[in-house]
C-alpha cells in the first residue's frame, strides 16, 4: 500500500516539475529498491520516460550513465544495446538542434 502511495507521489511531482534532477533521481533510487514487485518493469518504464525528456545534456548524459548499468548489472545484452542505441540517436537529435 505504501509503496502505491509513494509512486503516486512521485509521479505527480514528476507531473508538476518533469525536468527536476533530483526528483527523477530519487524515483529511479526507490524503484530499484527490493521493496517493490517487480521493479524491472517499474525501472524501465522510469528509465525510458526519464530518457525520453528533454534535459540538458549534463543531465541526459546521468540518466543514460544510470540506466546502462542499470542494463549492465541485470545482465541483458538486448537492454544493453537499447539503452547505448536510444544514447545515440539522442545525441543525433541534440547535434541537429544546435
Request: glycine share 2%.
Amino acid at each position: 500500500m505504501q509503496t502505491r502511495r509513494w509512486r503516486a507521489a512521485l509521479y505527480l511531482a514528476l507531473t508538476l516539475f518533469p525536468t527536476l534532477t533530483l526528483l527523477l533521481s530519487l524515483s529511479l533510487t526507490l524503484t530499484l529498491a527490493p521493496i517493490i514487485p517487480n521493479p524491472d518493469q517499474v525501472a524501465r518504464r522510469l528509465f525510458e520516460r526519464v530518457t525520453a525528456l528533454r534535459l540538458s545534456s549534463k543531465k541526459m548524459k546521468f540518466f543514460f550513465k544510470r540506466y546502462l548499468a542499470y542494463a549492465r548489472a541485470a545482465g541483458d545484452e538486448e537492454l544493453v544495446e537499447h539503452v547505448k542505441e536510444k544514447a545515440r540517436a539522442w545525441v543525433e537529435s541534440a547535434a541537429g538542434q544546435e
